[in-house]
């Protein structure tokens, strides 16, 4: 009997060096620690054997028993082992990969070089005021001497927003320019100081809407800029001083400028102004059209109508407005030459600015 348990340990052993993975070692198991494995048969067969032997062969039964579970687990451990170092060396990490790069946002060209707007009339003084996107045509017209049916209301055809109740002849629309915002912060600042209102300083930045065909020159929406100041004896040269100190600063101390007159129904003088192109120093290029020169903005007096709707008293308030294209100055700046592109979203465009 105690050759035959040494046999049985010794096949086992055996069979156990040659296992490599999990299934069989399980199958090992059964085959040799099972219900009916031979070890098993040796506990069964105890009812058989007389006093005497009872003792020795369980004894060295049971001995085969804890080395084979003994073996058994050392096994399944060198195993786990394996494994672990197997996935280590295959997932090994390369230290010298370069690193995965940070996403990192830039800023919308538009709003480049509306900081830069805002930087350099900020400098003069001026605070950036923002006003609603969706104004009433009392607001975004008729304050500012549009009444209805006036033809320059073409130029500014818009959408209309969908009120609950019915407004008449004053219904709620997207904004067709920052102007709505000067008769909101002229009309706050005489509120405030209704006897003696100080100087107003602003510019008003924004996002305005037109109902026009989309077209490389134009979209339906884009942002202006406008400035406005009020005050006492502010007269047209302060208007050139200030406009001309804004050229030098965005576009070179050498940048020329010249005012023609033009017609705003809000100011009285106006003007036009034209900087110098910047592109070919005034000898003609594609994107000034041979001319040497860029329209850059819309300025003039405000007109005495628009002072008083704001509460001013034109008789000793006088002040300068002026409006610009912050995209219009950007696709010259940079030669892009589809206005499309900035709303597109199209990551190709974003990622030269
Ligand atoms: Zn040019």
């Not at 009285?268 to 594609?286: I, K, R, T, Y």
Request: charged residues 25%; aromatic residues 10%; glycine residues 10%.
């Amino acid at each position: 009997m105690q050759e035959k348990l040494e046999g049985i340990k010794q096949e086992a052993l055996a069979a156990l060096e040659n296992i490599d993975n999990k299934s069989a070692l399980e199958a090992w198991q059964v085959k040799y620690l099972g219900r009916s494995s031979a070890l098993m048969d040796v506990f069964k067969s105890f009812g058989t054997l007389s006093k005497e032997e009872k003792p020795v062969v369980g004894k060295a039964a049971n001995l085969v028993k804890v080395a084979l579970e003994a073996a058994s687990g050392e096994k399944e451990n060198l195993m786990n082992q394996q494994h672990i170092n197997q996935a280590l060396a295959g997932e090994k990490i390369d230290v010298t990969l370069p690193g995965r790069r940070k996403v990192s946002g830039g800023l919308h060209p538009t709003t480049q070089t509306l900081r830069e707007i805002y930087r350099v009339f900020g400098d003069m003084g001026f605070q950036i005021y923002r006003s609603r996107e969706i104004e009433t045509d009392h607001y975004n017209f008729q304050m500012l001497n549009f009444p209805p049916f006036h033809p320059a209301r073409d130029m500014q055809d818009t959408f209309f927003v969908k009120s609950e109740q019915d407004r008449g002849d004053d219904p709620l629309m997207l904004r067709t320019h920052t102007s709505p915002g000067q008769i909101h912060a002229m009309q706050e600042h005489t509120g405030l100081y209704p006897d003696n209102p100080p100087p107003i300083r602003i510019i008003l930045p924004g996002m305005c809407y037109r109902y026009e065909q989309i077209t490389a020159r134009s979209e339906i929406q884009f942002n202006q800029v406008e400035g406005l100041a009020i005050g006492k004896e502010i007269t047209f040269g302060d208007l050139k001083g200030t406009l001309s100190n804004f050229a030098r600063r965005m576009f070179g101390q050498d940048a020329k400028t010249r005012f023609r007159a033009s017609h705003f129904p809000f100011t009285e003088p106006s003007a036009e102004m034209d900087v110098g192109c910047f592109l070919c120093n005034g000898e003609g290029c594609s994107v000034c059209k041979g001319a040497g020169w860029l329209e850059i903005l819309g300025c003039g007096m405000v007109h005495p109508t628009v002072l008083i709707n704001g509460g001013f008293d034109p008789e000793v308030y006088s002040g300068f407005a002026f409006g610009m294209g912050p995209e219009r100055i950007t696709m010259m700046r940079h030669h892009i030459e589809d206005i499309r592109y900035f709303w597109s979203n199209d990551l190709r465009f974003l990622e030269q600015f």
